[in-house]
């Protein structure tokens, strides 16, 4: 249960830097526009971090918070931990994948003579099957990383 | 103010605002009494249904539910022993022992008067304060509003609850949502991704609706599981009368309870289930102190006394004036239910916050009639129809949830003929539903989604005219001092009385 807080709050953070970052680089959004929801997800960034290590703190005494604890301190002190909270990746790996590949099988299958509740289905099923294994991904960082630090 | 106070009034006896008035009441009555449902799924559902009105009709019709929900809920709790509201949770206290020794019908009629007196003197209260507030609120400009939109919203989310933190990021991520769409000041879209949908930006109706009303129904099917199979008892009508002359034989604790309501109710953010369990807690030190001195009418609290129904329901119609204080004045909801009442503010074209006080005084006093005025008219309509009322408690949870799912979707779709609104309730509803499961303040992020804009604008303002140093201004210092204050003033308090029993031995 505190692992789905957790990638919730990460989903959360990723979507908004992801957002500003979109608006600032690839639209060109003037500071006048883009700096107040920036400060915005950064106030959101920095709460949820305090969040997440309170609840691994919480946890601390379980073998498993203990690893999760171990973990995000040395995803802290890393640049490149860092970058994996603030980048768009956890929301790409839950939401990017699974749609994009569901509507392209969907439009695959209907453009090879499918019909309309066919594609549906079968995008609706890419849907399903990519969103689990999405999720699988997601949890690698949070699950399998402390068994390496360790 | 006489201006004001005629145009309130005016504005009241339109007829439009008197059938909405007469038709809100039972529905926030039922929604009372369904345990489950709050006030702030009343409010969530009628929401949909006030475009397109006058601001005072709107406003109106969303108060009047909102305000008696509590009434109705006080049935459930005596009958049932479960709160029909979270505000009644107080009365199960001294409800449940009450039905079990068959005085239920007192204890009704106990609560439903108590109610509507406390609702009474909670607008006598607003009456008297908004005056006193209005030449303040003309005192404030670009650099105040912001400093109290912005501090506002970080003390709800931190007031009230088990952690603030959750309550601090849920605020953030309402304001993050409100920065989508065109932006007031350069007009230019943000975040809207080359989809049509998102150039407006969120909308107001989906968010309420999915945190608020999805949640809830999912609850209410829970909660009706629960009580499946429990009875339900009849009282009479003589009975029910006895009671209702239970809080002018205790005129001193009703008072007294409707003003920890009002007090409890001007403090933003508090939640509404505080102000009954503090009116029964002093009712109940009070009751002991004079037990010591030989006095009081021998009612042990705890046991089934009519004085611990009094006291929390005095106090739970009561908070709804002092709540409806700050919102009117500050454009700070004082409870949950008040945030979702500022939606209705811009959904009706009305902007919330101190300058709403000096432009609409007529509508301020307008819905403090509309508050009196319905609590009046929900204890006429339990009175008539509790036995109709109880009724609604036995129709099965299979039939309620679905058919109050479909209002939520026709609501959402009704505003303004969107598909994708629909689809905004159930991803919201998602949200609303996580959020109640972890423990994230809904109404923070509400608030933080409708003040977001005002903060935006006013803050561009503040900057344009007095650069940084706008944090300088001793309007600005003064509102950081009262917040903090009223943040902290429980330590605070227990500080001054160490230093002052230290100084005293």
Known sequence: MKQTEIVFLFVVCAAAVALCLHGWLVVGQGPIVILPPALIALALVVLSAVRVFRTLKITESTAEGALQLAYWQALRGSFLGLLWCLSAAPLLLLLGYPIGLAVFAAVYTRVNGAGAFAAVLTGGLAFAVVWVVAGKLLAVPLVLLPGWLS | MLEALGGGIALF????????????????????????????????????????????????????????????????????????????????????????????????????????????????????????????????????????????????????????????????????????????????????????????????????????????????????????????????????????????????????????????????????????????????????ARAATGGGDNEVFGRGAIAGIVAPECSNNAKEGGALLTTLALGLPGSAGMAVLLGGFLILGLEPGPDFLDAHMDIAIGLAITLAIANLLAVIVMIACAPLMLRVLAVPAHFLSPAIMVLVVIGAYAVANEPYDVLAVFLFGLLGWFMRAYGYSRPALLLGFILAPLIETYLHISLRSHGFSFVLQPGVLAIVAFLLAGLFWSRLWALLRRWSSRSGA
Not at chain 2, 14 to 30: M, Q
Not at chain 2, 40 to 64: D, H
Not at chain 2, 177 to 189: D, M, N
């Open chain 2, 13 to 288: 006896f339109d007829p439009t605002v008197l059938l909405l008035v007469a038709l809100a009441v039972p529905i926030g009555l039922v929604m009372g009494v369904l345990p489950g449902l709050s006030g702030l799924s009343a409010l969530a559902l009628l929401l949909p249904f006030v475009y397109g009105l006058q601001p005072m009709s709107g406003l109106a019709f969303l108060l009047a539910a909102h305000a008696v929900v509590s009434t109705g809920g006080s049935l459930t709790a005596i009958v049932l022993g479960i709160p029909g509201a979270p505000a009644n949770a107080a009365t199960v206290i001294d409800g449940a022992p009450l039905r079990e020794q068959g005085r239920h019908g007192e204890a009704i009629g106990a609560a439903l008067a108590a109610s509507g007196l406390g609702g009474i003197i909670g607008v006598v209260a607003l009456v008297a304060l908004l005056p006193l507030l209005l030449p303040v609120v003309k005192l404030f400009g670009a650099p105040e509003t912001f400093t109290l939109a912005l501090l506002g919203v970080i003390c709800i989310a931190i007031i009230g609850r088990e952690d603030p933190l959750r309550g601090l990021i849920a605020a953030a991520l309402g304001m993050f949502l409100a920065t989508f769409g065109w932006q007031r000041i350069t007009g230019e879209p943000r975040f809207w991704l080359d989809f049509d949908y998102l150039l407006d930006g969120m909308r107001l109706v989906p968010i309420v609706l999915g945190l608020f009303a999805v949640p809830e129904v999912i609850g209410l099917s829970v909660e009706a599981a629960r009580r499946n199979g429990e009875g339900r008892r009849e009282s009479s009508r003589a009975e029910v009368s006895h009671g209702l002359l239970a809080p002018f034989r205790r005129p001193a604790l009703a008072l007294r309870s409707s003003l920890i309501g009002v007090l409890v109710g001007i403090v933003p953010g508090v939640g509404g289930e505080t102000a009954p369990f503090l009116a029964y807690a002093a009712a109940k030190k009070r009751a002991a």
